[in-house]
């Protein structure tokens, strides 16, 4: 069974850091593009990040570039995300998503909830 | 980037309706569109994909269509659990982008 768990959510406070993961298994993890979506409180789903299968290639939206960075450890199964230079606009549940086919996102992990606050 | 705007907001329709959710993207996405589902509490779930294949155990009364720019969802007679927000995506240009989202209700 695929499954993706999400871990390092919590509360920082405004301009701080925070490392997310993603523990994939089920599947050849290695084998696929993974991806971050995040979703603020009660709002849509937004793009965040992406990183090819063996991690040479990513990408960023506007949003976060310059101050988020994806990465992978594809001996651990896992996907990670740093954020830094946090605000309260990067509040959101954030999920882990792999890559099927085309480009569209077959499974999502549950998330994990980043708040910022003093 | 390509703007994915979804209608309507919100959609309140009978047990046993057809459901209609329309995605228009702001310049043509090919055939690169999928439909997602999200109920409360839950992560999204992939419903169609390349705009009208349905994914694995996708009940038949979901079926997607359209071409370029203009894209529909449609449930032909809407179950109680279909009640949801749906998002449409384009993954045809960086950055992938999603619709606003679609809120279905049960009237």
């Known amino acids: 069974e695929v499954q993706l768990v999400e871990s390092g959510g919590g509360l920082v406070q405004p301009g701080g850091s925070l490392r997310l993961s993603c523990a994939g298994s089920g599947f050849p993890f290695s084998s696929f593009s993974m991806h971050w979506v995040r979703q603020a409180p009660g709002q849509g789903l937004e793009y965040v990040s992406a990183?090819?299968?063996?991690?040479?290639?990513?990408y960023y939206a506007n949003s976060v570039k310059g101050r988020f960075t994806i990465s992978r450890d594809n001996s651990k199964n896992t996907l990670y995300l740093q954020m830094g230079s946090l605000s309260t606009e990067d509040m959101a549940l954030y999920y882990c998503?792999?890559?099927?086919?085309?480009?569209?996102?077959?499974?999502w992990g549950q998330g994990t909830l980043v708040t910022v606050s003093s | 980037e390509i703007v994915m705007t979804q209608s309507p907001a919100t959609l309140s329709v009978s047990p046993g309706e057809r459901v209609t959710l329309s995605c228009r993207a702001s310049?043509?996405?090919?055939?690169?569109l999928v439909w997602y589902q999200q109920k409360p509490g839950q992560a999204p779930r992939v419903l169609i994909y390349?705009?009208?294949t349905r994914a694995t155990g996708v009940p038949a009364r979901f079926s997607g269509s359209g071409s370029g720019t203009e894209f529909t969802l449609t449930i032909s007679s809407l179950q109680s659990e279909d009640c949801a927000v749906y998002y449409c995506?384009?993954?045809?240009?960086?950055?992938?982008?999603f619709g606003q989202g679609t809120k279905v209700e049960i009237k």
């Open positions: 995506q384009q993954h045809n240009n960086w950055p992938r982008t």
């Open positions: 310049q043509s996405v090919s055939s690169n």
């Open positions: 998503a792999r890559v099927a086919g085309s480009g569209w996102f077959d499974f």
């Open positions: 390349d705009v009208s």
């Open positions: 990183i090819n299968r063996v991690g040479d290639t990513t």
